[in-house]
């Protein structure tokens, strides 16, 4: 099992749509989960993170985390073309562990 | 915000020769630095935790011989590809964690490696 597992994609969205990424985590002791977006090419860009229940919101970006579920997502609001990439999860203790990614497409 | 810097951003070098790349936390000092590699349409796979002043810790199969690491100060990890292979081709990336703060691991822009 990995420990880091997100919904393969790719997910492709309208203009101004909401784009919706779930991510699973089988480590119970982790303790703070991260989004990052990757562009083509690049290296990793930290979009949003949380350690406590809930969401969290930040410009167009939301994260919610449930540990009883052992589950993290993030919904990008508004989504623009911009947003086209790929977004990774990852879940920390004492070192990160990413998962596979989410690829998104925004169509205009 | 925190910043680390990787270098080179792109390297190409014959099979048999080796490789330095420098990752470098400019704003802030990390005990700690991280190197992972990537392959085309894979994830991030951590190679090794660097560790200042002492010796790097190696994740499962990565050959400590064949990537020297070296975290020399507090500012400074360098990862050697020793007797590159077409097969190290890939996009490395290095890591830092500004201790104290909310910025979460900071990537360096990545060395793309290409061995012929």
């Known amino acids: 099992q990995k420990e880091v597992e997100q919904n393969s994609g790719p997910l492709s969205v309208p203009e101004g749509a909401i784009a919706s990424l779930n991510c699973t985590y089988s480590?119970?002791?982790?303790?703070?989960f991260f989004w990052y977006r990757q562009y083509s090419g690049k290296s990793p860009e930290l979009i949003m993170f949380?350690?406590?229940?809930g969401d969290k919101e930040d410009g167009r970006f939301t994260a919610q985390l449930n540990k009883a579920s052992q589950y993290v997502s993030l919904l990008i609001r508004d989504s623009q073309p911009s947003d086209s990439a790929t977004y990774l999860c990852?879940?920390?203790?004492?070192?990160?562990?990413f998962g596979a990614g989410t690829t998104v497409t925004v169509r205009a | 915000g925190a910043v680390v810097s990787q270098h080179p951003s792109r390297v190409i070098c014959k099979s048999g020769t080796s490789v330095k790349i420098e990752c470098r936390s400019l704003d802030f000092q990390a005990t700690t630095m991280f190197w992972y590699r990537q392959f085309p349409k894979q994830s991030l796979m951590l190679m090794a935790t660097s560790n200042e002043g002492s010796k790097a810790t190696y994740e499962q199969g990565v050959e400590k011989d064949k990537f020297l690491i070296n975290h020399a100060s507090l500012t400074l990890s360098t990862l050697t590809v020793t007797s590159a292979h077409p097969e190290d081709s890939s996009f490395y990336i290095c890591?830092?964690?500004?201790?104290?703060?909310?910025?979460?691991?900071?990537f360096g822009s990545g060395t793309r490696l290409t061995v012929v």
């Open positions: 890591s830092a964690y500004p201790a104290g703060t909310n910025y979460g691991y900071t």
């Open positions: 949380i350690y406590s229940n």
């Open positions: 480590d119970r002791g982790s303790q703070s």
């Open positions: 990852a879940a920390l203790r004492g070192k990160l562990s």
